[in-house]
């Protein structure tokens, strides 16, 4: 059963960083893209973060020069550094990756239980 399993949420002070992970446990053959969204309450889901299995990335203008995402292909683990947090980027975060189960077969989108940022004095 294939599963991403998310950590390093917390509670952290405006201005500090937290750093989540995110990894792909189970039968996979490949990860195309990985990335981070985020739903605040009362709010939809938004796009935070992506990188690709080139390593290439994009950003929400929101987090764009505050957030870092990177990855691990070795470890199957994506990572979402984030520093100079706001009180506005309280959310839960959830990990999305699309997957490829097999050779043959297409691209599945699979997305983690999700982790709570919190940010607040």
């Known amino acids: 059963q294939v599963q991403l399993v998310e950590s390093g949420g917390g509670l952290v002070q405006p201005g500090g960083s937290l750093r989540l992970s995110c990894a792909v446990s189970?039968?996979?053959?490949?990860?195309?893209?990985m990335g981070w969204y985020r739903q605040a309450p009362g709010k939809e889901r938004d796009l935070v973060a992506v990188?690709?299995?080139?390593?290439?990335?994009n950003y929400a203008d929101s987090v764009k020069g505050r957030f870092t995402i990177s990855r691990d292909n070795a470890k199957n683990t994506a990572y979402l550094q984030m520093n100079s947090l706001k009180p506005e980027d309280t959310a839960v975060y959830y990990c999305?990756?699309?997957?490829?189960?097999?050779?043959?077969?297409?691209?599945?989108?699979?997305w983690g239980q999700g982790t709570l940022v919190t940010v607040s004095s």
């Open positions: 999305n990756a699309l997957l490829y189960l097999s050779k043959y077969s297409s691209a599945t989108r699979y």
């Open positions: 189970g039968s996979i053959f490949a990860i195309n893209a």
């Open positions: 990188i690709t299995s080139g390593g290439n990335t």
